[in-house]
């Protein structure tokens, strides 16, 4: 398998729980080949997923020589800092993924996790209705353009392969939940 396939592979593995296996592959792919900061990122995620934070950390500062812009790079740092209790240093990274993609809804529903767990209700609430905001405004989007749906779901494949979201693999439908209990 070429080095390119394998990247949307290892990500397949990880939505799919096959965490260690996806870090295999990644690691394989890398010793391989040329790094690049969707392996890094892809197995940063899978370490976390698997509470090795350290080996996460170490792989988001590599990622962060290759492109220290990166925002999906600054969110999952900050949500490994959250998952460490590190909440200050989880909410300075969170800040950076959002200074450098003000629209990036996720980051801001991470962020206010943090806030909440610092007993800083008024920043989360103000961080939740903004990720209510992109949510709404994604849903309106999805539905303005449902009679498209069909046709786009055959290139989503490419998309995916070219553009992943790391921020899907994080966010459970018990967190869900529990953010729903932290409305005022």
Same mark, same amino acid.
């Given at each position: 398998?070429?080095?390119?396939? @394998?990247?949307?592979?290892?990500?397949?593995?990880?939505?799919?729980?096959? =965490?260690?296996?996806?870090?295999?592959?990644?690691?394989?792919?890398?010793?391989?080949? +040329?790094?690049?900061?969707?392996?890094?990122?892809?197995?940063?995620?899978?370490?976390?997923? @698997?509470?090795?934070?350290?080996?996460?950390?170490?792989?988001?500062?590599?990622?962060?020589?290759?492109?220290?812009?990166?925002?999906?790079?600054?969110?999952?740092?900050?949500?490994?800092?959250?998952?460490?209790?590190?909440?200050?240093?989880?909410?300075?990274?969170?800040?950076?993924?959002?200074? =450098?993609?003000?629209?990036?809804?996720?980051?801001?529903?991470?962020?206010?996790?943090?806030?909440?767990?610092?007993?800083?209700?008024?920043?989360?609430?103000? %961080? @939740?209705?903004?990720?209510?905001?992109?949510?709404?405004?994604?849903?309106?989007?999805?539905?303005?353009? =449902?009679? @498209?749906?069909?046709?786009?779901?055959?290139?989503?494949?490419?998309?995916?392969? +070219?553009?992943? %979201?790391?921020?899907?693999?994080?966010?459970?439908?018990?967190? =869900?939940?529990?953010?729903?209990?932290?409305?005022?």
């Amino acid at each position: 398998m070429e080095t390119c396939e @394998l990247v949307p592979t290892s990500l397949r593995l990880l939505a799919l729980g096959n =965490i260690q296996e996806c870090i295999d592959m990644v690691t394989r792919d890398m010793e391989v080949g +040329n790094v690049s900061i969707k392996q890094l990122l892809t197995r940063a995620v899978a370490h976390m997923r @698997l509470f090795q934070f350290p080996e996460s950390l170490a792989d988001c500062d590599e990622a962060m020589r290759i492109d220290p812009e990166n925002r999906q790079l600054y969110f999952i740092r900050g949500a490994v800092f959250r998952r460490m209790g590190r909440l200050q240093d989880a909410i300075a990274n969170l800040t950076q993924a959002i200074d =450098i993609h003000p629209e990036y809804g996720i980051a801001y529903l991470e962020r206010a996790l943090c806030y909440t767990a610092c007993g800083r209700q008024e920043e989360a609430d103000h %961080d @939740l209705q903004i990720t209510l905001m992109y949510i709404e405004t994604a849903l309106r989007g999805l539905c303005d353009s =449902i009679c @498209l749906i069909h046709p786009k779901l055959d290139a989503m494949e490419e998309t995916t392969e +070219n553009d992943w %979201d790391y921020s899907r693999i994080f966010l459970s439908c018990m967190q =869900i939940e529990e953010m729903k209990q932290t409305f005022h």
